[in-house]
């Protein structure tokens, strides 16, 4: 099988700094849903910030200071002092779930391939999801489809034989993280 040219990945937390930015969080520096066809005139200004970015930033963070609350009972050492605030909160996670062992580091890469795959896509770059291959018929035919919110397979092999076309960033991401252990087992 050929694997699609992969550029150097970002970490979620580099693509989550350049998203903190004035720019990104300006109202209207994303497109999100569909602007074809009617639709109601508004009655009220709209937000002068763009909320899916800051909800989107807000929900990363809160998810990764989830993940180190409940993995607390490993220890960790202190940040180095000239690292970024989000940085050093990624390597402090990545640190304990290795202390953790057992499905901590695979539940880690989910969390961070989706951290990352979502900021990208919120900055316009559907590439992310094309890097992937199809959960169910392994070929490289994933596209993101905004109005959904979900990547689509586009191989008409995958559909004919009833297999879901359809995937959520987080079954990508476990599917992703499950295909890394199993090539790690082999």
């Not at 109202?27 to 002068?48: C, D, M, N, Q």
């Not at 901590?104 to 989910?110: E, I, Q, R, V």
């Not at 596209?143 to 008409?156: D, F, G, L, P, Q």
């Amino acid at each position: 099988m050929i694997r699609p040219k992969e550029t150097e990945a970002q970490r979620p937390a580099d693509l989550l700094d350049e998203l903190d930015s004035p720019d990104w969080k300006r109202a209207g520096s994303t497109t999100t849903g569909s602007r074809i066809g009617r639709s109601a005139t508004r009655v009220h200004s709209p937000a002068p910030a763009n909320t899916t970015v800051l909800d989107h930033l807000s929900a990363c963070d809160g998810e990764v200071a989830d993940f180190i609350a409940k993995a607390r009972s490993a220890p960790a050492p202190a940040p180095e002092p000239g690292q970024p605030g989000r940085a050093a909160v990624y390597d402090r996670a990545r640190i304990q779930a290795e202390h953790l062992g057992m499905d901590w580091p695979a539940y880690l890469a989910a969390m961070e391939w989706r951290h990352a795959a979502a900021s990208a896509l919120l900055m316009g770059d559907t590439d992310v999801i094309r890097r992937e291959s199809c959960p169910s018929c392994r070929t490289w035919g994933l596209i993101w489809v905004e109005t959904h919110k979900a990547a689509m397979c586009v191989n008409r092999y995958c559909a004919e034989r009833g297999q879901p076309t359809m995937w959520t960033l987080a079954q990508l991401a476990a599917e992703r993280s499950g295909r890394r252990l199993q090539q790690i087992a082999n």
